[in-house]
Nanobody, 123 residues
């Protein structure tokens, strides 16, 4: 399995920015993409964005298009999520994980999640 360490979360005022990092290790051939997911209290975990290691093809959920940008540094085995124009509804624990797409829906590969990083946006 791919092990991850998420970091970069914190408190930020609405309209501000944060850059999350995901350091990955234990990659295998089946790990062709990484995804960011988030979960807020009382809500199900949801897909945020994903990126392939090979060519950096990026995908994102409709509710973050134009605000969040995912990127990766293959040499560092690290995936980033640049979050701009943050809104209070973005408040959640953000997780990075090995992911794949199934009928245009990005889901977790396996059953491993890191510790996550808390993002809190206040107005």
């Amino acid at each position: 399995q791919v092990l991850v360490v998420e970091s970069g979360g914190g408190l930020v005022q609405a309209g501000g920015s944060l850059r999350l990092s995901c350091a990955a290790s234990g990659r295998t051939a089946s790990n062709y993409a990484m995804g960011w997911f988030r979960q807020a209290p009382g809500k199900e975990r949801e897909f945020v964005a994903a990126i392939t290691w090979s060519d950096g093809s990026a995908y994102s959920a409709d509710f973050v298009k134009g605000r969040f940008t995912i990127s990766r540094d293959n040499a560092q085995n690290t995936v980033y999520l640049q979050m701009n124009s943050l809104k209070p509804e973005d408040t959640a624990v953000y997780y990075c994980a090995d992911a794949y797409s199934r009928r245009s829906m990005w889901v977790l590969r396996g059953d491993y999640w890191g510790q996550g990083t808390q993002v809190t946006v206040f107005s």
